[in-house]
């Protein structure tokens, strides 16, 4: 489905402290899984806000700074890789979208989340499908979120550089299902995750 194709984003709410929600690193075998809450200040816009897998590196650092700058509110949140193990990655995601919208002071009345699901916090929302291209303030969420769990993923380069991390951040490139079964699983790995939970049973 492109974007042209999705119907017009209508949102239940006129105030001004509506939060944008995304997270970032569902899919990768190793670190947190980061979300983000932006409530943007519409009298401070902030130019070219995006899916931030749509932008440069160079951008998303940008953008980054700019929302710090110029939102009402922002908080990133993270669920830890021990808990992705123990409530699985889809609960898990919600929770640390629950930390963020909790952490942002002055605190939003509605919520829209990217997505299909609302992550179970009661302030009132919707989920938007494909939100980080609908919505400037998911947008500014995602970018939080990918730029913060990006930089996780370069410090354990720094600490782990024979894995890869700062080229493939985690997700399950042939290159990190290399070095994992050549090196073996970290502590920072989630070991509910199967490549990484079949090399815990040989190592």
Do not use: W
Request: no cysteine; aromatic share 4%.
């Amino acid at each position: 489905m492109t974007q042209r194709e999705l119907p017009p984003l209508v949102i239940d709410y006129t105030g001004q402290r509506l939060a944008g929600v995304d997270e970032v690193g569902r899919g990768p075998l190793v670190g947190a899984v980061v979300a983000a809450a932006v409530i943007l200040d519409p009298a401070r816009p902030i130019a070219g806000l995006n899916d931030s897998k749509a932008l440069s590196a160079k951008r998303r650092q940008s953008l980054d700074d700019e929302i710090r700058e110029r939102a009402l509110a922002f908080a990133v949140a993270e669920a830890s890789p021990a808990e992705v193990d123990e409530l699985n990655i889809y609960h898990a995601t919600h929770l640390a979208m629950r930390r963020a919208i909790d952490a942002l002071s002055p605190a939003a009345e509605y919520l829209l989340v990217d997505g299909n699901r609302l992550p179970g916090h009661p302030l009132p929302g919707q989920a938007v499908v494909k939100g980080d291209a609908r919505h400037p303030a998911i947008a500014a969420a995602s970018i939080l979120a990918k730029v913060a769990r990006d930089a996780q993923m370069l410090a354990l380069d720094g600490r782990h550089p024979d894995y890869g991390f700062a080229r493939h951040k985690g997700y399950p490139t042939r290159e990190h299902l290399a070095a994992l079964e050549r090196l073996g699983p970290l502590p920072e790995h989630r070991r509910s995750f199967a490549p990484v939970k079949r090399q815990l049973a040989l190592f």
